[in-house]
Protein backbone atom coordinates (compact mmCIF):
# COMPACT_ATOMS: atom_id res chain seq x y z
CA UNK A 1 0.00 0.00 0.00
CA UNK A 2 1.53 3.39 -0.84
CA UNK A 3 1.88 5.94 2.12
CA UNK A 4 -0.36 8.22 0.33
CA UNK A 5 -3.26 5.16 0.78
CA UNK A 6 -2.02 4.68 4.09
CA UNK A 7 -2.48 8.47 5.03
CA UNK A 8 -6.25 8.60 3.66
CA UNK A 9 -6.69 5.18 5.55
CA UNK A 10 -5.26 6.86 9.08
CA UNK A 11 -7.53 10.39 8.02
CA UNK A 12 -10.58 8.52 7.46
CA UNK A 13 -10.10 6.44 10.62
CA UNK A 14 -9.47 9.91 12.91
CA UNK A 15 -12.66 11.22 11.44
CA UNK A 16 -15.15 8.44 11.69
CA UNK A 17 -13.66 7.14 14.94
CA UNK A 18 -16.90 7.33 17.94
CA UNK A 19 -15.47 9.62 20.68
CA UNK A 20 -15.75 6.35 23.13
CA UNK A 21 -12.95 4.85 21.23
CA UNK A 22 -9.20 6.07 21.84
CA UNK A 23 -7.18 6.56 19.43
CA UNK A 24 -3.90 5.15 18.39
CA UNK A 25 -0.73 6.87 18.50
CA UNK A 26 0.61 7.35 14.87
CA UNK A 27 4.12 8.44 13.63
CA UNK A 28 4.08 10.72 10.92
CA UNK A 29 7.89 11.01 10.17
CA UNK A 30 7.92 9.22 6.86
CA UNK A 31 5.58 11.32 5.16
CA UNK A 32 6.38 13.33 2.68
CA UNK A 33 6.21 17.30 3.37
CA UNK A 34 3.40 19.47 2.46
CA UNK A 35 3.99 21.70 -0.71
CA UNK A 36 1.75 24.67 -0.65
CA UNK A 37 -1.67 25.04 -3.20
CA UNK A 38 -1.97 28.19 -5.09
CA UNK A 39 -3.95 30.58 -3.86
CA UNK A 40 -8.00 30.12 -5.20
CA UNK A 41 -8.53 33.75 -5.12
CA UNK A 42 -9.08 35.46 -8.47
CA UNK A 43 -6.62 38.38 -9.61
CA UNK A 44 -7.86 41.61 -9.73
CA UNK A 45 -7.02 44.69 -12.72
CA UNK A 46 -5.94 47.30 -10.50
CA UNK A 47 -4.87 49.68 -12.51
CA UNK A 48 -4.55 50.82 -16.50
CA UNK A 49 -2.57 53.03 -17.85
CA UNK A 50 -2.57 54.14 -21.61
CA UNK A 51 -0.34 56.78 -23.47
CA UNK A 52 1.62 56.86 -27.17
CA UNK A 53 5.34 57.19 -26.87
CA UNK A 54 7.00 57.27 -30.11
CA UNK A 55 4.02 56.30 -32.19
CA UNK A 56 3.45 53.41 -30.25
CA UNK A 57 0.13 52.89 -28.02
CA UNK A 58 1.60 51.40 -24.60
CA UNK A 59 -0.94 50.09 -22.13
CA UNK A 60 0.64 49.35 -18.82
CA UNK A 61 -1.25 47.41 -15.53
CA UNK A 62 -1.18 46.09 -12.03
CA UNK A 63 -2.75 43.02 -10.63
CA UNK A 64 -3.69 41.86 -7.20
CA UNK A 65 -2.68 38.52 -5.78
CA UNK A 66 -0.92 37.78 -9.71
CA UNK A 67 0.27 34.02 -8.62
CA UNK A 68 -3.42 33.09 -9.69
CA UNK A 69 -3.80 35.24 -13.16
CA UNK A 70 -3.05 32.94 -16.03
CA UNK A 71 -3.21 34.78 -19.04
CA UNK A 72 -4.60 38.75 -20.83
CA UNK A 73 -6.23 39.10 -23.24
CA UNK A 74 -5.97 42.45 -24.87
CA UNK A 75 -8.96 43.58 -26.88
CA UNK A 76 -9.50 46.82 -28.68
CA UNK A 77 -12.77 48.60 -30.99
CA UNK A 78 -12.68 51.15 -33.19
CA UNK A 79 -16.26 51.82 -32.29
CA UNK A 80 -16.54 50.70 -28.31
CA UNK A 81 -18.82 48.25 -28.80
CA UNK A 82 -17.27 45.39 -30.87
CA UNK A 83 -14.17 43.96 -29.54
CA UNK A 84 -11.65 41.80 -31.59
CA UNK A 85 -8.26 40.15 -29.80
CA UNK A 86 -5.10 42.35 -30.31
CA UNK A 87 -2.78 40.19 -28.57
CA UNK A 88 -2.29 37.45 -25.71
CA UNK A 89 -0.20 37.88 -22.84
CA UNK A 90 0.73 35.39 -20.16
CA UNK A 91 0.79 35.51 -16.27
CA UNK A 92 4.06 35.78 -14.11
CA UNK A 93 3.38 33.24 -11.24
CA UNK A 94 5.33 35.84 -8.81
CA UNK A 95 3.34 36.80 -5.61
CA UNK A 96 1.23 39.79 -4.94
CA UNK A 97 1.28 42.43 -7.36
CA UNK A 98 2.05 41.71 -11.03
CA UNK A 99 3.21 44.20 -13.47
CA UNK A 100 2.58 44.03 -17.28
CA UNK A 101 2.45 45.95 -20.53
CA UNK A 102 1.26 45.62 -24.11
CA UNK A 103 2.22 47.52 -27.50
CA UNK A 104 1.54 48.28 -30.78
CA UNK A 105 1.82 50.60 -33.40
CA UNK A 106 -0.65 53.47 -33.07
CA UNK A 107 -3.40 53.81 -35.59
CA UNK A 108 -4.57 57.59 -37.08
CA UNK A 109 -7.81 57.18 -35.15
CA UNK A 110 -9.24 56.47 -31.67
CA UNK A 111 -9.35 53.04 -30.81
CA UNK A 112 -10.70 51.47 -27.42
CA UNK A 113 -8.82 48.71 -25.33
CA UNK A 114 -9.75 46.44 -22.37
CA UNK A 115 -7.93 43.70 -20.82
CA UNK A 116 -9.72 40.75 -20.29
CA UNK A 117 -7.98 38.69 -17.43
CA UNK A 118 -8.25 34.92 -17.39
CA UNK A 119 -7.45 33.73 -14.01
CA UNK A 120 -5.56 30.05 -13.37
CA UNK A 121 -9.63 28.83 -11.64
CA UNK A 122 -11.26 29.91 -15.57
CA UNK A 123 -13.04 33.09 -13.60
CA UNK A 124 -13.18 36.14 -15.99
CA UNK A 125 -12.50 39.80 -15.63
CA UNK A 126 -12.51 42.97 -17.71
CA UNK A 127 -10.54 46.19 -17.15
CA UNK A 128 -12.07 49.87 -17.62
CA UNK A 129 -12.31 50.88 -20.97
CA UNK A 130 -9.32 52.67 -21.55
CA UNK A 131 -9.42 55.44 -24.67
CA UNK A 132 -6.41 55.98 -26.86
CA UNK A 133 -7.14 58.93 -29.43
CA UNK A 134 -3.69 60.43 -31.16
CA UNK A 135 -5.47 62.68 -33.15
CA UNK A 136 -6.96 64.71 -29.81
Known sequence: MTKYATIIILVLRLLYQPSHI?????????????????????SKITGVKASITRNNVVLNWVTVDNESADQFEIEKST???????????????????????????????????????????????????????PEA
Open 79 to 133: DGQHFVMAALVFGTDEPRNGKYEFYEKAIKQKVVYRIKLISKNKTTEYSTLIEVN
Open 22 to 42: QAQSTSFTNLSPVTAIPSTFP
